[in-house]
């Protein structure tokens, strides 16, 4: 290669580079602290994206009060409190762990459990009641039938034996 091609092939290099760094979302060149916060919050334009994912106006607005709030001092946890108090829980990315959103958060494990429960009663029921009837089933088969009743069946069998013989 000659040196106009490896000039041509690196300035082709730093450009791709240049143009990927221009392309690149805003949340990956935003501080940690600020991703921090924002993951935990709902953008509220109404487009029901996390505002670390929103591209909108009032996702930028947030991130920058975010970035605003932690140069100040205030920390994760207080930013989150400006924003409850500001839109109320709505605006958080996922409810609480604590009064009714415990309840809501717990439910339906418990439903999970409980029917989990029943089905292991129900079928363990089933089976008794399936192994009891093959039981009873079995011991009435196995029952011996009185010797006078077994004579009148064998006696009935010869007769009709030999009526059947005898007709034909």
């Known amino acids: 290669m000659n040196g106009t091609v490896k000039k041509t092939i690196r300035a082709a290099a730093v450009g791709l580079l240049l143009a990927i760094s221009l392309l690149a979302p805003a949340s990956a060149l ?3 602290a600020v991703d921090d916060v924002s993951r ?3 953008c509220q334009c109404g487009c029901t994206q996390v505002v670390i994912d929103c591209t909108c106006g009032t996702a930028e607005q947030i991130r920058e009060t975010i970035a605003t709030k932690l140069g100040e001092g205030e920390t994760k946890d207080q930013i989150i409190a400006y924003y409850v108090a500001q839109y109320g829980e709505k605006v ?3 409810p609480t762990k604590q009064g009714f ?3 809501a958060w ?3 494990f418990i ?3 409980a029917a989990a429960g029943v089905l292991i009663l129900v079928l363990g029921a089933w089976v008794a009641r399936g192994r009891l009837l093959q039981r009873e089933t079995e011991e ?3 029952q011996e039938i009185p010797e006078e009743a077994e004579d009148q069946y064998q ?3 010869r007769r009709e034996l030999a009526e059947y013989e005898g007709g034909t």
């Open 140 to 142: 009435e088969l196995e």
């Open 111 to 113: 439903a999970i459990a």
């Open 30 to 32: 935003a501080d940690p």
């Open 101 to 103: 959103n415990l309840t």
């Open 106 to 108: 717990v439910t339906p």
């Open 155 to 157: 006696e009935r069998l």
């Open 40 to 42: 935990e919050l709902m």
């Open 92 to 94: 958080l990315s996922s």
